[in-house]
């Protein structure tokens, strides 16, 4: 059974930091490129960041970059978004995702965590 299960959400205020952290089963994290979405109140899903399967490249979407890091162990099947800096403009559910790096019709969704930056 897949499952992807995101941890770390909460409140925080402006400026503060939270690490999300994305627990994968069920399929081989290795072969699987990993990402973190985030859906605002009212708005589109949109992606946040990127880390490829083995070589660790990452791409940010330029509203987080040099504020969140994107990080995986594959040993323990787990992808991590460190958020710093936080504003909030960045309150969003946030999601990780996974996709094949050879087959993009296998990709599975987490359930989604909730990061709301206020004072």
């Known amino acids: 059974q897949v499952q992807l299960v995101e941890s770390g959400g909460g409140l925080v205020q402006p400026g503060g930091s939270l690490r999300l952290s994305c627990a994968a089963s069920?399929?081989?994290?290795?072969?699987?490129?990993m990402s973190w979405f985030r859906q605002p109140p009212g708005k589109e899903r949109e992606l946040v960041a990127t880390?490829?399967?083995?070589?660790?490249?990452?791409n940010y979407a330029n509203s987080v970059k040099g504020r969140f890091t994107i990080s995986r162990d594959n040993y323990k099947s787990t992808v991590y978004l460190q958020m710093n800096s936080l504003k909030p403009e960045d309150t969003a559910i946030y999601y990780c995702?996974?996709?094949?790096?050879?087959?993009?019709?296998?990709?599975?969704w987490g359930q989604g965590t909730q990061v709301t930056v206020s004072s």
């Open positions: 069920g399929f081989t994290f290795s072969s699987y490129t």
């Open positions: 880390i490829s399967t083995t070589n660790g490249t990452t």
């Open positions: 995702f996974a996709v094949n790096r050879w087959n993009m019709r296998s990709n599975y």
